[in-house]
């Protein structure tokens, strides 16, 4: 039988508990994650280095080799399609998540027909989490460790 291979697919920067929580929710349903980190070198602004974001991801889910990260910068619907990936994970918080990620399924739909997305709703102690915090935290000089699999 064909593999259920997903595709989450993020900016990740950085990648937080609240995602990890959703790869480790998909591993039930998939047999392989790839973790797509966009990104583009020409005209990055992340706040993590990407070299540093990868090697962290990769710390987090060291003993799973069904989990492995990558970076891109194209379609991620011919991403998906390149990696034989049929399903695109997404977590949804609230309604802002929802009207954004409702709009870009449709659009990959359109894009490669056979890739389905799929949606798994936040946990509830980790649903305030969100990347854009722990950056304006650690700018402060707050310690963010608690919300990061991995010492940063
Ligand atoms: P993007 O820039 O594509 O929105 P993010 O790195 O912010 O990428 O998020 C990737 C995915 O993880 C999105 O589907 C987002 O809704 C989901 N996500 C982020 N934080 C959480 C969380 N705390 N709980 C559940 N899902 C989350």
Redo the contacts with the bound molecule.
Sequence with gaps: MNKRIAL??????P?????E??VLRGLQMFDEIIIA??YNSQKSNRYFPIEKMIASINEAFRQYPNITVLTYSELTAELARKHNARFL?????NTT?FE??NS?SQVNRQLYDELESV?????PQ???????IIREVHKYGGDVSQFLPYKL
Aim: charged fraction near 20%; charge should be negative.
């Design positions: 989450f697919p993020g900016s990740f920067d990648f937080t508990r609240g995602h929580d959703i980190i966009g994970l997404r977590g949804l918080r998540d954004y990620e870009i949606f798994l709703i936040t946990t980790l649903a305030w989490i969100s990347s854009s």
